[in-house]
C-alpha cells in the first residue's frame, strides 16, 4: 500500500516553542512580466490556470495590472507596469519575467514581520492592513536572495476572492484545469559559494531546518556541476531548495542563470498533482515543451526504483522520470524554459510515499540540459 501522494498535505501542525514563524501553506506567488495580459493568457491556456481577480486602470490601480490566476491550491499573480519607468520596469528590465513574491499563508502578519526582523531578516514592507468591503488582510515582508520577496499574509478576517482592491475577473475563455493542486517546493538560484549563506538566513530568520543537501559529486556531468540544500519550515509545507554553481569542465547550468536572470532567482516552482500521466498529458497537447532523457533511461529505470504502479510505457512516451527513497517512489518531469532568458522553468511532481527530490534523475536531467545549453552556445 502505498502512501497518499498528497502526503505533503500535512494537516497537523504541531505548534511548537521553536516554530516562531508557523506558516500556512504558499499564498501566492507574484511574477512581473512584460505583458500581463497576454501572460495570463499562456498560464490559462497552457496549464490550466483559471481566472479569478484583476487589479488594474479599471480598479483604480494607477501603475500596474495585475491578473490572478488559480488551480487547486496554486495562486499566480502577473504583473505588469502601465508606465514608462518604475521599480516593476527595471527588475523585467533587469531579470526578464520572474519571480517577484512568494507570498507565505500566517496567521499573525505582524507577528511574522516582527519575528524575522528581529532575527535579522530585512524589511521590505512594514506590516499594513488593507481593507474593504469584504474585510481586512494584514500584511508584511522581508527580502530574501537577490530581489525576490516574501510576504507574509494574514488573510483570516477577509472574505473576498483575493487581497482589497482586486475585483473578480471572470472571462468566458476557461480552459480546463490540467490537475495541479499545490507548490511543492520552490527552489532558488544564488551565487557562487552562497548557498550557505542564504541556508543560514532560512534557518536563522525563518526558523527552517535543513532535510537534504547534495555535493557536486551527486550533481555533476561531464560539463556541468552545482551544490544544493532544501530547506524546510517546521511542518513540512515549505520547502525551499537553494542552488549554487559549481566548478565543472563548463558552464554550470546554474551560472547561466545567473548570468541571464542578472542574479539569484526563483528557479523553478514545482507543481504537484495526483496523476502525473493525465496531467502531463493535457500540457503536452496544449503546447508544453518539456525536457527529455534518451529512451535508453527506460531500460534500466525499473532496476533502480522496483515496482511501481503506472505501467512504464505511458511514463516512457511523455518523458517522465522516476526516483525512489526509503519512503517510497516519485514521479517528475521538468519544462523547458517558459522564457526566452534560459531562466524559470517548472516542474511537475507526483509523490508517492517520497519526500526527497529525485537525486537518481540528476545525471540524466543535467545531461538533457547541457545538450539544450549547447544548442543556446552557453554551456
Ligand atoms: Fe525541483
Known amino acids: 500500500m502505498k502512501t497518499d501522494n498528497n502526503s505533503l498535505e500535512i494537516e497537523k501542525i504541531v505548534p511548537s516553542a521553536e516554530d516562531f514563524l508557523p506558516l500556512l501553506g504558499t499564498d501566492y506567488v507574484e511574477i512581473y512580466v512584460g505583458n500581463a495580459k497576454q501572460a495570463a493568457h499562456f498560464y490559462q491556456t497552457a496549464y490550466g490556470f483559471q ?22 491550491r496554486i495562486t499566480i499573480v502577473l504583473t505588469s507596469p502601465l508606465n514608462s519607468d518604475g521599480p516593476i520596469n527595471e527588475h523585467i528590465n533587469k531579470h526578464g519575467d520572474g519571480v517577484k513574491v512568494v507570498a507565505l499563508w500566517v ?3 505582524a507577528k511574522s514581520w516582527e519575528e524575522t526582523t528581529s532575527r535579522g531578516g530585512e524589511s521590505c514592507l512594514k506590516p499594513e492592513v488593507l481593507s474593504d468591503k469584504d474585510g481586512e488582510i494584514v500584511r508584511s515582508g522581508i527580502h530574501t536572495y537577490g530581489e525576490t520577496l516574501h510576504y507574509f499574509i494574514e488573510r483570516k478576517n477577509y472574505n473576498g476572492i483575493f487581497l482589497p482592491g482586486y475585483q473578480a475577473w471572470n472571462p468566458t475563455y476557461k480552459p480546463a484545469p490540467v490537475g495541479l493542486k499545490y507548490v511543492d517546493h520552490m527552489v532558488g538560484n544564488v551565487g557562487w559559494n552562497e548557498m550557505n549563506k542564504w541556508c543560514e538566513f532560512y534557518a536563522k530568520v525563518m526558523g527552517f531546518a535543513q ?8 550533481i555533476s556531468t561531464e560539463y556541468t556541476a552545482l551544490m544544493s540544500k532544501v530547506m524546510s519550515n517546521g511542518n513540512g509545507r515549505i520547502k525551499f531548495p537553494i542552488n549554487e554553481p559549481a566548478e565543472g569542465r563548463k558552464k554550470s547550468q546554474i551560472e547561466e542563470y545567473i548570468d541571464f536572470y542578472n542574479g539569484a532567482g526563483v528557479q523553478h516552482m514545482a507543481l504537484a498533482t495526483d496523476n502525473i500521466i493525465e496531467t502531463v498529458t493535457a500540457l503536452q497537447n496544449r503546447g508544453v515543451e518539456f525536457l527529455r532523457v534518451p529512451a535508453s533511461y527506460y531500460e534500466t529505470v525499473l532496476d533502480r526504483v522496483g515496482e511501481i504502479d503506472e505501467e512504464l510505457e505511458p511514463l ?10 526509503d519512503e517510497g517512489y516519485l514521479l517528475q518531469i521538468f519544462t523547458k524554459p517558459i522564457l526566452d532568458r534560459p531562466t524559470m522553468f517548472f516542474e511537475i511532481i507526483q509523490r508517492k510515499g517520497a519526500q526527497s527530490f529525485g537525486k537518481g534523475n540528476f545525471k540524466a536531467l543535467f545531461e538533457a540540459i547541457e545538450r539544450e545549453q549547447e544548442l543556446r552556445g552557453t554551456l
Open 51 to 72: 481566472p479569478l481577480a484583476y487589479a488594474g486602470l479599471e480598479t483604480g490601480m494607477a501603475d500596474r495590472a495585475s491578473y490572478v490566476l488559480r488551480q487547486d
Open 107 to 109: 496567521d499573525d502578519a
Open 211 to 218: 532535510l537534504v543537501s547534495f555535493d557536486d559529486k551527486d
Open 316 to 325: 516512457s512516451e511523455l518523458g517522465i522520470l522516476i526516483d525512489k527513497d
